[in-house]
């Protein structure tokens, strides 16, 4: 396999769009995604960039990215927020995504972090097991809370 790892450029977040609507398919979630290719561009290459991605190319196509940003830990000091780790589905299977997370562990390692964390969905069984077989502990005891768009507008106006 003739696969290369590597920091994405500015170019590639076309491919990495493809790669996040592809996954939003693969988890029922294909209204949610109203990210563009603009935001990725301001976002990933500002200065600081406001994330990481890396690309998985195999004989010169993206099959896969991994996306990610700092965070900081009242407890632990710092740390990384994987958002995405995403191969596309003709690949998954292949080693693209154990290569991508190797990859991004070792990223977080070199920037000092004390944890790494992510999410993943409960009916995900083949994603929980591939990150349980690499150490990582998936809690059932934690629940992610999030606002959208239209909840912090109300907060705000009922301020």
Same mark, same amino acid.
């Given at each position: +396999? *003739?696969l =290369? =790892?590597r920091?994405?450029? !500015?170019e590639? +977040?076309?491919?990495? @769009? %493809?790669?996040?609507?592809? @996954?939003? #398919?693969? #988890? !029922?979630e294909t209204?949610? &995604?109203n990210?563009?290719?603009?935001?990725? $561009?301001r976002?990933g290459?500002?200065?600081?960039? %406001?994330f990481?991605?890396f690309?998985? &190319?195999?004989?010169?196509?993206? &099959?896969?990215?991994?996306l /990610?940003?700092? !965070?900081?830990?009242t407890w632990?000091?710092?740390? +990384?927020? %994987? #958002?995405?780790?995403i191969?596309t #589905?003709?690949?998954?299977g292949?080693?693209?995504?154990n290569?991508?997370?190797?990859?991004f562990?070792?990223y977080?390692?070199s920037?000092?972090v004390k944890r790494i964390e992510?999410?993943? @969905?409960?009916? *995900?069984i083949?994603?929980i097991?591939?990150?349980?077989?690499?150490?990582?502990?998936?809690?059932?005891?934690?629940?992610?809370?999030?606002m959208n768009?239209t909840? $912090?507008k109300?907060?705000? /106006?009922?301020?």
């Amino acid at each position: +396999m *003739n696969l =290369i =790892i590597r920091i994405a450029e !500015r170019e590639d +977040m076309k491919s990495v @769009l %493809l790669l996040i609507n592809e @996954l939003a #398919e693969f #988890e !029922r979630e294909t209204d949610v &995604v109203n990210l563009t290719y603009d935001d990725l $561009i301001r976002d990933g290459f500002s200065d600081p960039p %406001l994330f990481v991605c890396f690309v998985a &190319v195999l004989n010169n196509q993206i &099959v896969g990215m991994s996306l /990610s940003y700092s !965070r900081y830990s009242t407890w632990k000091g710092k740390t +990384m927020h %994987l #958002e995405d780790l995403i191969v596309t #589905e003709k690949e998954r299977g292949t080693g693209i995504g154990n290569a991508l997370f190797s990859n991004f562990i070792k990223y977080s390692h070199s920037k000092g972090v004390k944890r790494i964390e992510w999410a993943v @969905l409960n009916w *995900n069984i083949n994603a929980i097991k591939f990150y349980e077989s690499k150490g990582a502990v998936v809690y059932d005891d934690w629940h992610i809370a999030q606002m959208n768009e239209t909840a $912090i507008k109300n907060f705000i /106006s009922n301020k």
